[in-house]
């Protein structure tokens, strides 16, 4: 009896345990700690993988934590080989279509909220949500009333050839350059998105931008991350989606505008073009670098920097200890200068003709 009671108590025990996560496992529930949050578990029902899920409940950056920010607005231009899968195919092929043409559907449907562009002064406000059937009448396009919901919203639709795809060659896009205090890195955020339509007139003449209205990233990422795409000619596999493209900068633009107290563009700010392009390279090059600049170098990175700092001293020196070299002719080229001279000097003269006119003889 006093070996058997043990084996009694364990034998209780692993039961309770048992009846404890059968519990646990019929709930329909099932929480994850993810740092310091806990959020429930997306089953296989969903479709939703891990990293989807990640990416969603991942939060904007808090300008509270920011040590440094820079707020920089670039134009993605179609002629960009870079930017080509922001714009191509402009129709629909074999279920893939561009990014305007999901931005139209998920307008029309009432998915996301389109804010007016307000050049420099964007407020993502509920006062500056545009009306979707009042932009499509200002850019003439078609569109017909779906059924109206309970709330007495209607959608609308749109055929897919009267979706101005084609007139779409830039895109505008705010990004936010920020140093955070607490993790000690700097992060860039594409905080909204713009399509810019370009127009001619009547008459010809150079095409003007129009500027539709500007979408928040944080509300179309659901819908990018469900859209493959691939972004290089030489690999076909869509192995990125149109939220990868945005968050790993994939992308290729031009600084045309920077947040400042005179709400000012680069070309307001330098008229002259070259000038104006080496304050862009100049920005780019401070928010690429801003993190680097911070952080005491490595031993393994000094020793790396002397090696190449002497690398290069040593190669200056070599290429002037060979330039009286290469100024000097060499042996054969001198002799074959000497045997060139030579053989000029004992050729026989040319003996010059004179011509007299008839006129003058006598």
Known sequence: MIHIRPLLIVLAVLAATATLHAQRSSTSTEVRRVGSE?????????????????????????????????????????????NAALYYPEDVVDGQENLFRILMRLLTKGDVAAYEYLDGREIFADDYRINVADMLDRFHIPYTEGRKTAAGTASLLIEESDVPSAEVRSYYVIERWAFDRRSNRK?????????VLHRVGDFGGEAVRYPMFWVRMADLHPYLMARNIFVDDDNNVASYTYDDFFRLGLYEGEIYKTRNLRNMSMAAL????????????????????????????????????????????????????????AVRKSPKRSSRAKHATRAKSSAPKERKTVTRSVRSRK
Do not use: F
């Open 187 to 195: 992060t860039m955020h594409v905080e909204a998105v713009c399509p």
């Open 270 to 325: 330098y008229p002259d073009p070259d000038e104006r392009k080496r304050a862009q390279t100049s920005i780019d090059s401070v928010l690429e670098n801003y993190d680097r600049k911070m952080w005491v170098p490595t031993r393994e990175e000094v020793i790396a920097a002397r090696e190449e700092r002497e690398r290069l001293e040593q190669g200056d020196t070599i290429a002037v200890k060979r330039t009286p070299d």
């Open 38 to 82: 806990a959020r429930p578990a997306a089953g296989a029902a969903s479709g939703i993988s891990d990293r989807m899920q990640l990416l969603m409940t991942e939060e904007a950056p808090d300008d509270d934590n920011a040590q440094w920010m820079r707020v920089v607005y670039r134009s993605l231009s179609a002629d960009d080989i870079k």
